[in-house]
């Protein structure tokens, strides 16, 4: 079985392409472009104030709306400014979950009920502490009066979260790019296209490596390639690891992924080598609240580290975590922004006011 995905819906394909439907909204658009343009007006004039860290503060987001790679791309800027000597923590808005007034830290492992997947995630795989909250300026405060030895922090999305001044901008797409290049709810975009000149990096996640040469580095912003490289399996339900390997030739093999680009997922597995019986696209952030599994007539599901994070509750001895983690054209992108960080006017590029 392979369920609908809602990629293929009218608006979405108008989003990338146009069409009657992505014009009849254009009126829409200018509102959003009104509301986008007098937000940014508004920290410009002082107006409504950012709040600027005592530490260098990374965002990593994009404009188009929806996933796009930001969670592999987050946790290996995590790990590739501590390998440079840094001690990162992590702020996010903590999707999906009722936070309350004050931000919610956390390390290590931490309820995806509590904290929301992805930072969940983060946590988990990188070791950094994680602080939440939809006012990100609450959320790094709340982080650096925690850990107090945190001396960098990386914004997982909040691009257009301008409440919280920052030193670096990186935007990750994919390769639906722009799309039609129109503000919502016309096209995808969460601000003009004209905004990634803006931004000090553009990572486009392309999922699997296509052998092209690298990008040149030295304009800005500086233009990378990032693909996701699957790890060996994990079963969720008890113990033990497999190379992907190991489940090619298997009868009655299932994928399902609750993440932003369902076939992206996909298309990993089936890049190492496996077919795959079945796919089962789910809404982003999908709760696993009960279980969407029991229909499934497979022998083995292989899901995202994103959707296992919620599926151990599920009791479900089929399920496979299968973890990915970001590779890159440009093996100096960490070094290039380690020193980044140590330039004194970094403080101060990205100041709206």
Not at 96 to 124: C, M, N, Q, S, T
Not at 146 to 158: E, F, K, N
Not at 176 to 181: A, D
Not at 249 to 277: H, S, V, Y
């Amino acid at each position: 079985m392979t369920a609908k995905r809602p990629s293929t819906s009218l608006l979405a394909r108008q989003w990338q392409h146009g069409g009657w439907l992505s014009t009849l909204l254009l009126p829409l658009s200018a509102l959003t472009a009104w509301a986008v343009a007098r937000k940014r007006r508004q920290y410009q004039d002082g107006s409504r104030p950012a709040y600027r860290a005592p530490v260098p503060v990374v965002v990593v987001g994009n404009v188009y709306v929806g996933g796009t790679g930001k969670t592999p791309m987050v946790i290996a800027t995590v790990e590739g400014l501590r390998a440079r000597g840094y001690t990162p923590g992590v702020v996010s808005r903590g999707y999906g979950v009722k936070i309350g007034p004050h931000a919610r830290v956390g390390i290590g492992a931490l309820e995806a009920a509590r904290f929301g997947d992805e930072p969940a995630l983060i946590a988990r795989a990188t070791g950094a502490p994680v602080s939440v909250h939809p006012k990100r300026a609450l959320a790094a405060q709340a982080l650096l009066d925690a850990h107090p030895a945190v001396d960098v922090i990386v914004s997982d999305d909040g691009l257009q979260h301008l409440a919280l001044a920052r030193d670096i901008e990186i935007v990750v797409q994919d390769e639906r790019g722009v799309g039609n290049g129109r503000l919502l709810p016309a096209g995808p975009l969460r601000e003009p296209a004209s905004r990634l000149q803006e931004v000090d990096a553009i990572i486009t996640n392309i999922g699997t490596p296509d052998g092209r040469p690298a990008l040149a580095t030295g304009a800005r912003p500086r233009q990378v390639r990032m693909w996701l490289e699957p790890g060996e399996a994990r079963r969720i339900e008890g113990r033990g690891t497999r190379p992907l390997s190991a489940f090619a030739g298997q009868a009655r093999i299932a994928a399902a992924a609750g993440i932003g680009n369902p076939e992206r997922f996909f298309t990993t597995l089936r890049a190492a080598g496996l077919t795959l019986d079945a796919t089962l696209p789910l809404p982003d952030h999908h709760d696993y609240a009960d279980s969407p599994f029991q229909a499934l007539a497979a022998d083995t599901i292989l899901v995202t580290s994103k959707d296992a994070i919620k599926c151990a509750d599920l009791h479900d001895a089929r399920l496979w975590e299968v973890p990915v983690q970001a590779a890159f054209s440009d093996p100096q992108l960490f070094d290039w922004l380690a020193q980044a960080l140590r330039q004194p006017k970094s403080r101060s590029k990205h100041d709206i006011h």
